[in-house]
């Protein structure tokens, strides 16, 4: 068989070629601009323009008897229907990216991802981790005397939160519904909370199902006070009024709203894909919101039993009390410090409870 030989270059073609690359890369790096991913669709994501490249692409002249082509010009605030280079990680709203556009096609790409300082993922249909939100400061768990509060769901997400280094608030709309059945229950469990120390704030918008004619808005000065130049994710169970809250908060996010079935007396999910929704669509710096896909999205089958018992943040200190170092702190392990303390007053018994719930969910793997 023939070898083939290496072409041996001469020192004036090495320099004619590094000159080359060195032109390319410079003249791809004039095209690039910082850019903030909005939503993901499949393969094609949105991104907004928050800068402009240092080369900005001018129209074509065109003939008189030429059709006039494709153009689109290139603006801050802009949004854009992005591809991404196959060599990045999933992206996710709130993604600060490097990208380039194609005035002709009004498609871009997206070229690299500058790096995160917090990252919300979840299992999808196909047991993989798939990123929700990046770049998150507080997790907002919204709640409300009906549907009824589900402690179990609330530390879901307070897990969550521990594990994604993210700030969890509480928030517990439809207040005004405090007085009627569920409103005991409900105060208690806010109480219990803010004795753990978690934040929370009472809010009541106009939710469908509530009384017609009412124009209440209770709370939302406070909420805004919290969550103000943050970007924030939304989170609870259907029903709860996240969208009408959201639709509070920015009215022109025109956010769809499901009416509580009458029979079920359960929400009806309507958000089907994570958004984020800017205080100020002219500056994003200012914060916003990420409208994410309801509770049944998230499983934690991806966590370790440290990082949900990390997540228990008055548990996680006992756990190294029990007499065995592979307690299940099930409510019959032996020398558990767990339910020793349930016993003595100090932890609650639902947080135990819980605890257990979700480690053996963790632990059955969903395939």
């Known amino acids: 068989m023939a070898l083939i030989r290496q072409r041996k270059l001469t020192k004036q073609q090495i320099r004619r070629i590094d000159k080359q ?17 909005m939503a993901h669709y499949g393969k094609q994501l949105e991104v907004q323009v928050t800068s402009l490249p240092d080369f900005i692409p001018e129209q074509p002249e065109i003939a008189p008897d030429d059709p006039e082509p494709f153009w689109q010009e290139l603006a801050l605030g802009d949004i854009w229907r992005c591809h991404v280079r196959t060599n990045l990680p999933m992206l996710a709203a709130g ?19 500058k790096p995160r300082t917090s990252m919300v993922s979840r299992p999808d249909r196909y047991h993989k981790l798939k990123p929700v939100a990046a770049n ?6 919204v709640f409300a005397p009906l549907p009824a509060a589900a402690p179990t769901l609330i ?97 022109e996010s025109a956010q769809s709203v499901n009416i509580i079935s009458d029979n ?52 996680a200190p006992l756990s190294g009390d029990c007499q065995f170092r592979d307690c299940r702190h099930t409510h019959n392990s032996k020398g558990c410090a767990l339910w020793r303390a349930v016993a003595d ?11 257990v719930t979700l480690r053996e969910e963790a632990d059955t793997k969903p395939y």
């Open 95 to 113: 993604d600060q990216v490097r990208w380039n556009a194609d005035s002709n096609t009004g498609f871009g790409r997206i070229e690299s991802v």
């Open 21 to 37: 690359q060195l032109e390319s890369q410079t003249s791809i790096d004039d095209s690039l601009m910082d850019g903030v991913v």
């Open 155 to 251: 530390d879901r997400y307070l897990v969550v939160c521990h594990h994604a280094g993210v700030k969890p608030l509480l928030v517990l709309n439809k207040a005004d519904l405090l007085a009627e059945e569920n409103g005991v229950d409900t105060n208690e469990l806010l109480a219990q909370y803010a004795a753990l120390g978690y934040e929370s704030v009472l809010t009541s918008v106009d939710c469908p199902e509530n009384i017609a004619g009412s124009n209440d808005q209770q709370g939302l000065g406070d909420l805004k006070q919290f969550i103000d130049n943050k970007l924030v994710i939304f989170a609870g169970q259907s029903g709860v009024g996240k969208s009408s809250l959201i639709n509070a908060l920015l009215p």
């Open 136 to 141: 998150v400061d507080i997790l907002a768990i």
């Open 264 to 315: 079920s007396k359960l929400g009806q999910h309507t958000t089907t894909t994570s958004r984020l929704l800017p205080f100020n669509p002219d500056d994003l710096t200012q914060g916003g919101i990420v409208d994410t896909p309801g509770i049944r999205e998230y499983g934690i089958w991806h966590l370790t039993p440290d990082d949900i018992i990390s997540g228990f943040i008055e548990l």
């Open 345 to 355: 007053g100090q932890v609650l018994q639902r947080r135990v409870e819980n605890l």
